[in-house]
């Protein structure tokens, strides 16, 4: 069964910083681009990051850019997302997906509150 469980979502205020992980069970991470994806409070789903399999490319939405780092361990078959500098815009369920050749795989998502 595929299984991503986000995790490390909080409240933070604005400039702080949080970790979120994505630990990836029931398919082949290293074989696998993975992507955070975030919904903010009533709107749609907006890409935030990806990461190919190698972990040596990596690509970020200009809203996100310079503030957040997407990394992956394969030992653990886990992906991260650093987030630096947070503002509340920033605000939003981010959930972790898998993407393979016919299918992809979500999370249930975890919620980052930006809020003085």
């Known amino acids: 069964q595929v299984q991503l469980l986000e995790s490390g979502g909080a409240l933070v205020q604005p400039g702080g910083s949080l970790r979120l992980s994505c630990a990836a069970s029931?398919?082949?991470?290293?074989?696998?681009?993975m992507y955070w994806v975030r919904q903010a409070p009533g709107k749609g789903l907006e890409w935030v990051s990806n990461?190919?399999?190698?972990?040596?490319?990596?690509n970020y939405a200009d809203s996100v850019k310079g503030r957040f780092t997407i990394s992956r361990d394969t030992a653990k078959n886990t992906v991260y997302l650093q987030m630096n500098s947070l503002k509340p815009e920033d605000t939003a369920v981010y959930y972790c997906n898998a993407r393979r050749v016919l299918s992809t795989y979500w999370g249930k998502g975890t919620l980052v509150t930006v809020s003085s």
């Open positions: 029931g398919f082949t991470f290293s074989n696998t681009w």
């Open positions: 990461i190919n399999p190698g972990g040596d490319t990596t």
